[in-house]
Every structure is written in C-alpha cells, then in structure tokens.
C-alpha cells in the first residue's frame, strides 16, 4: 500500500517528515475521535450496538446505555413493531439486553423483514418510502421458502393430495 510521494522543495525540503502520501486513507477511521462521538450520539441502539462491537476504538466510544435502550423500544412502540413483552427486559448491560427476543428483532431488522411489513411503513433502515432490499427479496420467497422449509412436510402434503386426486379421477 505505497502511494506516490509528494516531495516539498525549498528550506528543509531533506527532513523526511515533510514527505506527504497524495493517497491517504479514507473511510470511517480516518475521521477524527469527535466526528467519531458525533455519528455515534445520531445512532439508534442497534447501529450503535454493531459500530461499537467493531473495534475496540469504538468499544471504548460509543454510548449504548438504558436511555438509548429506551429510546430505540419507544420508537418501534411508536411504529407499531414489535417490542420484547416479557416483564423481564434487563437494561443494564447488552449483553442481557440482547437475550431472547431483542436478538431476534435486531436481526430482523439486519435482513430488512420488517420493512413495509404495514402499508405506509417504508424502508425502516434506509428511510425511504420503498425498500429496495425488501423488493428484491419478495421475487425469491418461494424459491427461499421452498429450501428452508423441511422437505419432509412437502412430502406430506404431496402424499395427502395423491388419494384425494385419485378418488376424484375415479368419480368421473
């Protein structure tokens, strides 16, 4: 990962710290630690959560304390998605947070099962009217449900509808 050099002319131009890669590294750590606060604190829980188990850097950054906790259940209350209803739903850490059916709707969320799943509702990640993800996935149900499914079930259904169509052969 060499880029090409910028060399500086003029007093001092031989001290090597004055060298400048033209190619720097851009991206998400490139940024500096208070733009890295600033994203974070704009994140709902499981963004955060997921940003936070990245890297140790951001372990040590990113807030997921009880109020965004909160904040995230209140606002899928307010959608009318579905919320842990158990009586037990510890927030004091993510790792009890995130036992039983919390993990199973950050992972619904994740494969975008929940979007248009009212009408009006839109894309609940990207935030756009249609889900383009949720769109693409709807042409494979079938085919996706066809090998998730046990085949042994199919088998039953086929094997029940054989004696029916062969009495209806015989009636006519």
């Known amino acids: 990962m060499s880029g090409s050099l910028v060399l500086v002319t003029g007093p001092g131009a031989d001290h090597p ?5 033209s190619q720097a590294k851009t991206g998400l750590m490139s940024l500096p630690p208070e733009l890295h606060v600033a994203i974070s604190q704009h994140l709902i829980y499981p963004d955060a959560l997921a ?5 140790r850097h951001f372990y040590s950054l990113v807030f997921t304390g009880i109020p965004l906790k909160v904040a995230w ?7 009318q998605l579905q919320c842990p209803n158990d009586r037990r739903c510890d927030l004091r850490s993510d790792m009890k947070f995130c036992k039983g059916t919390v993990s199973l709707m950050i992972r619904r969320r994740r494969q975008h099962l929940e979007c248009e799943s009212r009408p009006g509702l ?12 949720r769109r693409k996935t709807r042409a494979y149900r079938w085919s996706n449900w066809l090998q998730k499914q046990p085949k042994v079930e199919l088998w039953w259904v086929v094997l029940s509808l054989i ?10």
Do not use: F, Q, Y
């Open 17 to 21: 710290s004055l060298a400048v890669d």
């Open 51 to 55: 940003l936070k188990l990245t890297n």
């Open 73 to 79: 259940l209140v606002e899928r209350r307010s959608l």
């Open 122 to 133: 839109g894309c609940l990640i990207h935030g756009t009217a249609a889900c383009p993800i």
């Open 163 to 172: 004696p029916l169509l062969l009495c209806w052969c015989a009636m006519l």
